[in-house]
């Protein structure tokens, strides 16, 4: 069984940064397309950030463009996202979710982590 636990949110200052863990058991990161949604208040779950398998390509929403970035540890099995420059805008549940290959980029996701929040303030 694949679990995803995310661990890192909390509260943060516009301009300042953070960064989520995701840590992943029960399959290779390395056979997964995996990634971040986030979901703010009154808001749909929308998309942020995935990396394939490979870790050989990405996609990245452009409102965080050039802010974040997604990448992942093959050896701990853990993905990441680093959040520089955060805006009040970001403040959200933020759930890393996986998907199992070859559709790329992935349009199901089988696998959800519990969510983290985060919260910035201006």
């Known amino acids: 069984q694949v679990e995803l636990v995310e661990s890192g949110g909390g509260l943060a200052q516009a301009g300042e940064s953070l960064r989520l863990s995701c840590a992943i058991s029960?399959?290779?990161?390395?056979?997964?397309?995996t990634g971040w949604f986030r979901q703010a208040p009154g808001l749909e779950r929308e998309f942020v950030a995935v990396?394939?398998?490979?870790?050989?390509?990405?996609r990245i929403t452009d409102s965080v463009k050039c802010r974040f970035t997604i990448s992942k540890n093959n050896v701990t099995n853990t993905i990441y996202l680093q959040m520089n420059d955060l805006k009040p805008e970001d403040t959200a549940v933020y759930y890393c979710?996986?998907?199992?290959?070859?559709?790329?980029?992935?349009?199901?996701?089988?696998?959800w982590g519990q969510g983290t929040q985060v919260t910035v303030s201006s």
């Open positions: 979710a996986a998907a199992v290959p070859p559709m790329w980029p992935p349009s199901v996701y089988a696998y």
């Open positions: 029960g399959r290779s990161v390395m056979t997964l397309a």
């Open positions: 990396s394939n398998w490979r870790g050989s390509s990405g």
